[in-house]
C-alpha cells in the first residue's frame, strides 16, 4: 500500500526527498481518520576503515500505518487494502513536522471528535527551527 500526494500516487523517490511529511489514514470502511506525521529516514551505522560512522537509512514509513494501537489493530484485523494513506504537507525536518501535525491535529478537532482514531496530541517545537517557513508554507491547506 502506498502513500498519496494532491491525487496521486508517490514513488518512493519523490517521497525521499523530503526528510518528513505529516499523513491522514482514512479507514475506507468506517470513515474514522488518523493525522500523524513520519520522518522517511532513520539513524544507522556502518563502520568505514574501522571507525563507526553515522548514515541516513529510509525508514519504515512504506509499512507504516501511525502509532495509534486502535488503528494499528483495524488495519490487521480489517487489511492495509481498506485504508487510503494520504500525505497532506512534506516538511523539511522533523521540528516542522511536529508543528504541522499539531497544527492539523488541532484545525480538525481530532481529540474533539469519535471520528478520529487519535487519542492523544503532544509536541514540544522551537520556533528557531521553523525559520525556514515562508509565506507559501504558512497558509493552511
Known amino acids: 500500500m502506498s502513500w498519496n500526494y494532491?491525487?496521486?500516487?508517490?514513488?518512493?523517490?519523490?517521497?525521499?526527498?523530503y526528510p518528513a511529511f505529516v499523513y491522514l489514514i482514512t479507514?475506507?470502511?468506517?470513515?474514522?481518520?488518523?493525522?500523524?506525521k513520519k520522518l522517511t529516514t532513520r539513524t544507522g551505522y556502518k563502520t568505514v576503515n574501522g571507525k563507526r560512522k553515522k548514515i541516513r537509512l529510509?525508514?519504515?514509513?512504506?509499512v507504516y500505518y501511525g502509532s495509534n494501537e486502535e488503528l494499528k489493530g483495524d488495519v490487521k484485523q480489517l487489511g492495509s487494502e481498506n485504508f487510503e494513506r494520504e500525505i497532506l504537507r512534506f516538511c523539511n525536518n522533523k521540528s516542522e513536522a511536529t508543528y504541522y501535525e499539531l497544527?492539523?491535529?488541532?484545525?480538525?478537532e481530532v481529540l474533539e471528535s469519535d471520528n478520529y482514531y487519535n487519542s492523544w496530541i503532544m509536541?514540544?517545537?522551537?520556533k528557531s527551527n521553523l525559520k525556514n517557513l515562508n509565506e507559501s508554507t504558512r497558509k493552511d491547506t
Not at 6 to 17: C, M, N, S, V
Request: hydrophobic share 25%; aromatic share 8%.
Open 58 to 62: 529510509p525508514s519504515d514509513y512504506m
Open 27 to 36: 479507514n475506507k470502511i468506517t470513515g474514522r481518520k488518523y493525522i500523524g
Open 103 to 108: 497544527k492539523y491535529q488541532i484545525l480538525h
Open 123 to 126: 509536541a514540544r517545537v522551537r
Open 6 to 17: 494532491q491525487g496521486r500516487e508517490l514513488t518512493e523517490d519523490e517521497i525521499l526527498k
